[in-house]
């Protein structure tokens, strides 16, 4: 049987080391290509470059595992594109990884997140696809602790599948001195970001402002990601991307004059 | 009763031609306040600014309406966030709307919209949010036969609220011969974009890449924003923003080793 063709991309940009994890473990599984971002594109969202050219240009930086990369110029959602259409070309990946992201995408941050958006459009594609975060945001933060399962839940996907549509929101607590427990399947938590705002003055004495802020979550669940993070598992959260809201559908059908 | 408040936001920028047809008709039925991007911000999905420092600069675009504006240098949903946080401070509006938007955020579309993350952004701080797009891209789209029916949407949100963490997104029909025939409250289509990417070649005979492609609709059903705006109706969307697909969580459990 040939190895399973896997696409690793991340959001911090090709250079940091969660992605150079990523790779590693997946090169023990599969072959390997990166695709992956040239500049850091946290927050990003869902965003796609549609205003401007995208280039795409080989790099060694995974020669050592012989894994062949490129460098993207535009956001996670945009290598993926790319690599489907001209580095995969008439193949197609049988996984698409993301990460190992540097800080946690938990409850709504999967919205904001590059790293899942990644995913996500690897599952709008078509494509088996997993977004892996460590709850730790520093540049060199221990991944040691992930390896196994990075690599588990990659082979259950491969092995098992995953519902056409769905990706994986993987999220690991951060390295600790008791072993992380196992895994559990989660869903996403009602908690928010409470933001504010550094209001400062530049070199010049113009107003500018800093995001800030602190992540809030009141919900008890524990079944939640937060929870599950919070006392040393990791979170698997299967993602969809269909936002309507149907149970309000009837309601908005009865309540308005139209 | 004093007048609701509302913010008006948008993706295509502050001087677009939709964000001022939205604001007069805002203006008809509250006490509107503008905070919206400098630039384009199209396909910025729900993009944030962490990395570097956002400014917000009061404007005059709007002062034959009587209405404050500002300028912020960031995403819609940075404008939502500021707004709230520096222009808004210890009131909160009643409303938010985002739009009109020169072309439309049907079916996935709404993961990659700039004007529906700034709807999305409103209801995850909890005001009632609506995201406004007419199916006609160009610069100098019509927007009269939107007028009344945005108009009837903001005021039927005001009067009856909508439920909580819920923003609608509303699609028009370009201006036809023929007027629109109502309101229909759809589920987003199982559509998606087909990209090309055209490979070109700079002037430095370096490859560059730029996203097209297609909108692709296999989703025969009649209740759907796709089939409603196709047919010369507003499509009117309830969306949410928990993404866990639900409905695999207990068969992931079933077949994983964990």
Redesign the interface.
């Known amino acids: 049987m040939s190895k399973p063709l896997i696409l690793v991309t991340n959001d911090d940009g090709i250079v940091s080391n969660g992605i150079r994890v990523l790779a590693e473990v997946m090169s023990e599984i599969g072959e390997v290509i990166v695709v992956a971002p040239d500049s850091?594109q946290?927050?990003?969202?869902?965003?796609?470059?549609?205003?401007e050219?995208?280039?795409?240009i080989p790099e060694d930086l995974f020669d050592d595992l012989n894994i062949k990369s490129y460098k993207c110029s535009g956001t996670p959602?945009?290598c993926v594109?790319?690599a489907?259409?001209?580095v995969f070309k008439d193949k197609s990946p049988d996984l698409v990884v993301s990460g190992i992201n540097h800080g946690s995408n938990l409850a709504?941050s999967?919205?904001?997140s590059g790293t899942m958006?990644a995913a996500?459009e690897g599952a709008?594609e078509g494509y088996p696809s997993i977004g892996y975060s460590l709850a730790d945001f520093s540049h060199d933060a221990d991944f040691s602790h992930t390896r196994d399962y990075v690599k588990q839940i990659a082979e259950?996907v491969l092995a098992?599948g995953?519902?056409k549509?769905?990706a994986l929101?993987v999220n690991f607590p951060p390295k600790q001195n008791e072993k992380i427990k196992?895994?559990k399947?989660c869903?996403?938590a009602?908690a928010?970001w409470e933001?504010?705002?550094d209001?400062?003055k530049?070199p010049y004495g113009?107003?500018?402002?800093?995001?800030a802020g602190n992540f809030v979550n009141n919900d008890k669940g524990e079944d939640t990601d937060v929870w599950a993070v919070d006392h040393n598992y990791v979170a698997?959260?299967?993602?969809?991307?269909?936002?309507?809201?149907?149970?309000?559908?009837a309601?908005?059908?009865d309540?308005?004059?139209?």
Chains 1, 2 share one sequence.
């Open positions: 850091p946290s927050g990003m969202g869902h965003a796609i470059t549609i205003g050219p995208l280039r795409l959602a945009d594109k790319l489907k259409h001209h709504v999967v919205l904001y958006s996500i709008i259950e098992k995953l519902t549509g769905v929101n196992g895994i399947i869903r996403q009602k928010h933001e504010e705002f209001h400062r530049d113009r107003p500018y402002f800093w995001l698997v959260v299967p993602c969809q991307y269909d936002m309507t809201a149907y149970h309000t559908m309601q908005i059908n309540d308005w004059e139209i």
